[in-house]
Every structure is written in C-alpha cells, then in structure tokens.
C-alpha cells in the first residue's frame, strides 16, 4: 500500500472492499479520488447507492489500470469505450455478461461520477465529462411478476396450516404489500389504533418514507398471539427477523402450495395487482405501498388496464354485429353455437380452443354456493353434458351433490 492510500486509512474510517487493495499499489490516485467521491455521496445518498457506485468504480479503475491509466484526469473518450465494450461482454465474476439493467446502472453511476467532481473542479478530474446520456442504455421495464387469485388463494390457504411464525409472515406480507426488510424492521410499538381500527406503521426505509396502513382483522389477530420483541415487532429467541429468513418462509409456504418459487416482493406485487383489478385508485395504491411517485405505482396499472379492457370488450361487441348484419346465416349460427352460458353472460370462445380459466372461480378456496343457486347449477351442468363438457359436468355434479347432502 503506498503512503498516499495508507494516510487516507484510519481507524474511524469506512470499511473499504477488499477488491481495492489490487488498486493500491497501481493505480493510488484512482484509488484515492474514487475513495474521497464515495465519503461526499455517503453524506446525502442512501447507503445501497454507495454500495452500488463503489462497485462501479471499482470497476471503472480496475479497466483503467489494465489500460495505463492511472489518474481520472487523463480518462479520454476512447477509455470509456473499450471499458462499455468490457462491461457488456465480461464484466461479472460470474463468467457471463450483466444484465441490461445492471449495466445500466453501473454505467449510469459513473457518468455521474464524472459529472460531479467536474463540477466540483477536482484535480483529478477532466478537462470535460467522457460520457454522453447515449452511453447509458434505456432502461428495461419488465411487467411486476405477481402470483394471480387462485395462486393467492392456494398461498394463503396453505399459510393457515403452516406453523405459526411461517403463518404470520406470509399473511403479513400478503395483506399489507410490505418489503421484507419493512417486515424485518417494525418496531415493537408498531401496532397502534388509531380512530377506532388499527394500524400499522411502517418505518422509514427504502425510499426513506414513513407511512401507515389499515391492518385487516386476520393480521390484528395473528399479531396478537406473537408476543412481542424487544427490539423489533417480530422475534425468535430474541433475534430479529432478517431478509434471508423471510425468504426462506415465504418458499417453504408457496412450496407446500404447489406454486414452486415465489419471492417475497411477488407477494407485494399481487396485493398491488388484486388492488387495481378491484378498483382502488392509484393514489390510494401509492400510499399504501410508500411510492414516493404515482409512475412506481401506474407499474401496476400496465397488468390489467381495466379501460383498455372495457373499451376491447366495447369494441367487440360492435364488431360482432357487424359480422352478424352481413355473414352468411349459416356462419352466425356457427358462431353463436360456441357460445356458453356464464353466470352473468356467454363467453364465446371457439370451440376446440383449450381455455384456463374454464371454472376456473369453482375451483377457489374462497367459492361458496348455497340452495339457493341450485337451479342455476343445474342449469350449467345440463349445459354442460350437452356439449360433451366432461370436466365442468363432473365439477356441477358434484357441487349439487354437495348441496344436496347438507340438506
């Protein structure tokens, strides 16, 4: 280590990555500039943002140093192109190139860099910035993944059978759209009631907002039974729970459910999608979530756009008649032929197309019937034995079956 980087160490000072110390003896100046660039931005940034700019420029300097440079000041164009062309092919330890979004990033992260001690008029900066917003790649924008009802339904039903901790942290993340470090940081006194109903309050975290949300009365309850730590809402053997652990649950449960891998944040992105699907507004989305912007939370509104849905439907139905003023009366009785009966309409897809959502409402944990819908089984199961629909003949015989016994 040269005198220059072991004078900037102290005891009080941040921990370093120990990818540094290969940069030390090679390249101080990079070392020392990238060093005091992370103390300023550690001031006024969140601490995962350092973490992810240190990567970078460990990075960066790395390349550099292969190249010959040894001081920010001396980066030319050409530099920050060969290091693009390295990021893209073989910048990982993993033996494959990053994703787009993490090159994004990095990349991103060091123009701001450059940026910044530029502004800052540093020594070791260039004469002008070495990147352009067209080094940046644009930014993927993936649809959430998200578990849909009758997922949702089968993870919670299988929660109720877990053990209790596996219970309350599956229901917890299901009901409240909470991260799992939110989860892991609720402190004891979380739980108020405010108003006559009760609450939850999340602490500061990610996007360092501080919210409430309405808890539903299965939650008042399950955290009632868990008593509470001393540190933290949720312990075990006086330890808090951490991100890893929750994780651990959260598979456990989606497993025993039949659902494979689930992560925890899928469980957030369910309760924003069920949401949307059932008309909540986004406003109302966005603070329950702790969005700090309504563009995280119109994320969602992209799953199931109910306008364009609605308006799809509209424009179906004029289409329809459309074909049925002018098509041959022997097609539109083709047509109408395919149609089957719905509880509140027909659903009119061709026949010989396989379709999986056929029954699919019978088939959920949540479904209940009673007498009273007798008559209108019957009438689905007659249909369906009419049109050589064995599976749904078999499901309305036995639901009437089941209604029958409990006369």
């Known amino acids: 280590m040269t005198a220059a980087v072991a004078a900037a160490v102290d005891d009080d000072g941040p921990v370093r990555h120990p990818g540094w110390a290969r940069l030390t003896d090679r390249a101080p100046q990079l070392v020392l500039t990238s060093w005091r660039y992370l103390d300023q931005i550690a001031l006024s940034l969140r601490p995962a943002t350092v973490v992810a700019a240190d990567t970078a420029l460990r990075g960066l300097a790395g390349h550099l140093a292969e190249e010959g440079v040894d001081r920010f000041a001396a980066v030319q164009r050409g530099h920050i192109e060969t290091y693009k062309q390295w990021l893209a092919t073989a910048g990982t330890h993993r033996g494959r190139p990053p994703a787009r979004n993490t090159v994004r990033q990095r990349l991103g992260l060091i123009r701001s860099f450059f940026d910044r001690i530029i502004e800052w008029d540093w020594s070791d900066a260039p004469t002008r910035t070495p990147m352009f917003a067209i080094d940046v790649p644009t930014a993927e924008d993936p649809l959430p993944k998200f578990l849909d009802d009758a997922q949702a339904a089968r993870l919670l039903a299988a929660?109720?059978?877990?053990?209790?901790?596996d219970r309350l942290v599956v229901e917890v993340l299901a009901r409240t759209g909470l991260r799992a470090g939110e989860l892991c940081a609720l402190e004891p006194d979380a739980v108020g009631r405010i108003g006559g109903a009760w609450w939850l309050r999340v602490p500061v975290g990610k996007l360092r907002t501080d919210r409430y949300i309405p808890l539903h009365p299965a939650l008042v309850e399950l955290l009632a039974r868990w008593p509470v730590g001393q540190h933290r809402l949720i312990e075990i053997d006086d330890q808090p729970l951490d991100r890893h652990r929750v994780g651990r649950i959260v598979r456990r449960v989606a497993r025993a459910a039949g659902l494979g891998h689930v992560h925890p944040h899928r469980l957030r992105h369910t309760l924003a999608t069920q949401a949307i699907n059932r008309g909540m507004r986004l406003e109302a989305i966005a603070a329950l979530l702790g969005h700090r912007s309504?563009?995280?939370t119109l994320t969602y509104a992209r799953i199931a756009n109910r306008t364009v849905a609605d308006e799809y439907g509209a424009a179906q139905a004029r289409v329809d008649a459309l074909y049925d003023d002018h098509e041959p009366a022997d097609l539109a009785a083709l047509r109408h032929e395919h149609r089957r009966m719905?509880?509140?309409?027909?659903?009119?897809r061709p026949r010989g197309t396989d379709c999986s959502f056929e029954a699919i409402c019978e088939g959920c944990?949540?479904?209940?019937?009673?007498?009273?819908?007798?008559?209108?089984l019957h009438a689905q199961?007659?249909?369906?034995?009419?049109?050589?629909?064995?599976?749904?003949v078999e499901l309305?015989?036995?639901?009437l079956q089941r209604l029958e016994a409990a006369r």
């Open 159 to 165: 929660a109720v059978g877990a053990e209790p901790l």
């Open 294 to 296: 309504l563009r995280m």
């Open 342 to 348: 719905l509880g509140n309409g027909w659903c009119v």
């Open 365 to 376: 944990g949540y479904y209940e019937t009673s007498g009273e819908f007798t008559a209108t």
């Open 381 to 392: 199961h007659d249909h369906a034995a009419a049109h050589g629909q064995t599976a749904r």
């Open 396 to 399: 309305y015989g036995a639901l």
